[in-house]
């Protein structure tokens, strides 16, 4: 696929462009590269919105920090606060935070995954819209399944606000919180809120269970259409326990090939680097991260809920362990290695978050008392996470008057720029190659980056509802035709 | 009988020598103020404590109470100046409210909140001014200034020792540090000083300790700050 990333003669190519948003707000834009016969013969995914993201960050005090990060994402900001706060632990030299801590944490964490994930799915992506794309045929199965399930707008509208409830009780607040500071957490949950918690979280699991079943139906309804959609092979990463159980808050790194040999496991991410370097393109501001030891052109992964359940050994939850089985399971394999698929994984995911905030309630350490730890301090401070659109690495040097002099942050969505790229490429070959540019084709576009879940603002709109605008450009440069897609859903042609 | 003045059509009575201020803040009756202070001779900078008296507008925090006086303060025309004076506060210096340590105990926040303060309004200045991390215990955070002078005054007329100064003048008005170097970690500020405790706002700050305190136990997440009369409270300086 790497020679339709440039093409050897772009100037007699024609230009298909979709930007979403605007680029004057900083977002991406995907350009398709057709040859005369419309064949796609170059993508890519312009992302502009990580940009200036460390600069933010020098200069101040280290405690900040796990707060202040939380704005450079309006998308999962509980993340980059988590995040943070692992890498500030190290350098306030806190190598075991008392359980109450961990747990505390833990628990946010989990809340954060519920809420996000509960959104993307329910709210986003509404599960008849996702799986009706292709077909009158196809939609209207999806529409019966959906009728089977006809609770499943309000459960999404409950799960994702019992998760906003975690959020809140744990950070003091739904969004902009403060619960994790370097060293521990500034409260634990109190017997109130615990029993608060506690009261419905049978209830969470039961609907996340559904959710999981929800999405097996929608497979079974439509084996080719998703099978086929998108389909690419990646290497894969993510953090895994110490014995190869799924864990979205600490673990070592594991590095899976895209034929699932291993290439490096449990390896110790305060040294990533010796793992992972980032790539630079001159058509993107995104940096493009790889596997050192398979090189910049061969060495791209994909990370993300799809890639964490496929690279772990098992799913430390009895109810997400047997989902995450029949997923593996499912149509041979091929569920789990379908674009689509990271939806059937993410509800995987929910359900073992739910799972999870289930056991940490029923543990009186998350009421405990002893929150904070400190030990010998150190000049630099690596914390990486599992967020909910995949892995998420924070890297500070501070200095020793505690301001931060250096900061590197490779978010979930940089990890999987080069795959999204891939999968764009693959429908657009599947969906656009010897057709005109049409509403439907770039729609297959939009199902393709929605998968991976990126936090791109474009991607905060409802499926049907990304700003799109499409512009074709002939092979001397000039625009032949256009068309464009507001945040409304409406489709115009472009003067 | 103790002599009064009127109120907002309350009385309030006062002891010779006093402020409208104090005497009204003794009273249980909030006048927004962020220079004003208790302990402090009136500094009369920010004017968000301005009233009106017998008609004419004035600084109550500069001006004597008297007998029968009919002072007028909770009024829309009054309140809507302090937002305005209290927007340009917020656009000369950085305030990131989300990210700053001292929010949820921060005057100028409270007040905002106050004054239903809900945009900038202005332009922002954002005015390029580094931080002062040189001395070990406390972090000087330039960005938040309002240069209510609290800290000069404390420093002076407490501690005996001058550690902060205002300088320039106008627009071009600044808070220095009295050092040959400028840094705090040249001078003999210490954490015991009045002045480490007296900003309203968020520059004087002991490090390492930002946000320990969990939202919903600030000072100003347990009531407003119009409940704290008595300011000494409100900066949690007993
Ligand atoms: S540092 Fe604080 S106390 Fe000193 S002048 Fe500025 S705002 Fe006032
Ligand atoms: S409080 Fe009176 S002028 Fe500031």
Redesign the interface.
């Known amino acids: 696929m790497s020679n339709l990333e440039t093409a050897a003669n772009p100037e007699k190519l024609r230009r298909v462009a979709i930007d979403p948003v605007s680029r004057v707000e900083g977002h991406g834009k995907v350009t398709l590269l057709l040859d005369d016969d419309n064949r796609v013969h170059q993508v890519r995914l312009h992302i502009v919105e990580f940009r200036g993201f460390e600069k933010f960050i020098q200069g101040r005090p280290y405690w900040e920090v796990p707060v202040m990060v939380q704005r450079l994402c309006g998308i999962c900001p509980v993340s980059h606060h988590i995040a943070a706060s692992k890498a500030m632990d190290m350098i306030l030299g806190a190598e075991h935070l008392t359980p109450a801590a961990e747990k505390n944490r833990r628990l946010m964490h989990y809340g954060q995954i519920m809420q996000s994930h509960a959104l993307h799915f329910f709210h986003l992506c509404s599960p008849d819209l996702l799986f009706g794309f292709s077909s009158e045929v196809a939609r209207r199965n999806i529409v019966g399944v959906a009728a089977e399930y006809p609770d499943i707008a309000r459960q999404g509208v409950l799960l994702r606000k019992y998760g906003q409830e975690v959020i809140r009780m744990t950070a003091g607040k739904r969004i902009h919180g403060t619960g994790a500071v370097p060293g521990g957490v500034n409260k634990a949950l109190s017997r109130e809120e615990r029993d608060t918690l506690l009261a419905d979280v049978y209830q969470m699991i039961a609907w996340s269970r559904d959710a999981v079943h929800l999405v097996k139906r929608l497979f079974e309804q439509n084996l080719e259409g998703y099978n086929a959609f998108g389909r690419f092979r990646a290497h894969q990463l993510s953090l895994v326990r110490a014995d190869g159980a799924m864990d979205l808050y600490h673990g070592g790194l594991r590095a899976r090939s895209m034929d699932g040999e291993l290439l490096f496991d449990h390896f110790d991410y305060r040294h990533y680097w010796d793992k992972i370097f980032e790539d630079v393109k001159s058509w993107s501001y995104m940096k493009f991260p790889f596997l050192r030891s398979l090189g910049p052109e061969a060495g791209w992964y994909r990370v993300g809920p799809l890639t964490r359940v496929v690279n772990c050994d098992f799913i430390p939850t009895p109810f997400a362990d047997k989902e995450r089985r029949d997923f593996l399971a499912f149509d041979e394999g091929r569920a789990a290695g379908a674009t689509l698929g990271f939806h059937w994984a993410r509800m995987i995911e929910m359900l073992h978050a739910v799972e999870c905030i289930k056991d940490l309630l029923q543990d009186e350490d998350i009421m405990g008392t002893e929150l904070m730890v400190s030990g010998e301090r150190a000049g630099r401070g690596v914390g990486v996470i599992e967020a909910p659109r995949g892995t998420l690495i924070h890297h500070y040097r501070v200095d020793e008057n505690d301001l931060v002099t250096r900061a590197n942050l490779i978010v979930s969505t940089t990890h999987n720029n080069q795959a999204m790229n891939e999968a764009v490429r693959q429908v657009a070959i599947q969906y656009l190659d010897g057709h005109e540019v049409t509403e439907g084709l770039l729609n297959h576009i939009e199902v393709a980056i929605r998968a991976f879940d990126p936090c791109l603002s474009c991607a905060t709109h409802a499926l049907g509802k990304m700003p799109l605008e499409v512009e074709l450009v002939d092979a001397g440069g000039s625009r032949i035709s256009a068309l464009s897609r507001n945040a409304d859903g409406e489709v115009a042609a472009c003067a | 009988m103790s002599k009064t003045f009127t109120l907002d059509g309350k009385d309030v009575p006062f002891r010779d020598g006093q402020t409208i201020i104090e005497a009204a803040l003794e009273a249980g009756h909030y006048i927004p103020h962020l220079c004003h202070h208790p302990d402090f001779k009136a500094h009369g900078s920010c004017k968000l404590c301005t009233v009106k008296v017998n008609g004419r507008q004035t600084a109550s925090c500069t001006m004597q109470a008297a007998e029968g006086q009919v002072v007028e303060s909770e009024t829309e025309e009054l309140n809507s100046e302090r937002r305005a004076l209290t927007q340009m506060l917020f656009v000369e210096g950085n305030h990131?409210c989300?990210?700053?340590?001292k929010s949820g105990d921060c005057q100028l926040q409270a007040t905002a909140y106050h004054l239903n303060m809900m945009t900038a309004h202005y332009d922002h200045f954002f005015p390029n001014r580094?931080?002062d991390?040189?001395h070990p215990d406390f972090?000087l955070d330039f960005n938040r200034c309002i240069l209510c002078s609290l800290c000069v005054r404390a420093s002076r007329d407490v501690d005996g020792k001058n550690v902060f100064a205002l300088a320039g003048r106008g627009i071009k008005s600044h808070l220095i540090v009295n050092a040959r170097s400028g840094k705090l970690a040249d001078t003999d500020f210490s954490a015991a000083d009045k002045a480490a405790s007296v900003c309203p706002v968020g520059v004087i700050l002991p490090?390492?300790?930002?946000?320990?305190?969990?939202?919903?136990e600030r000072t100003f997440d347990k009531q407003p700050i119009d409940a704290y009369v008595d300011t000494r409270i409100a900066r949690k300086e007993e």
């Open positions: 990131f989300p990210s700053c340590e580094p931080l991390a040189s972090l490090k390492r300790r930002g946000f320990a305190v969990p939202i919903g």
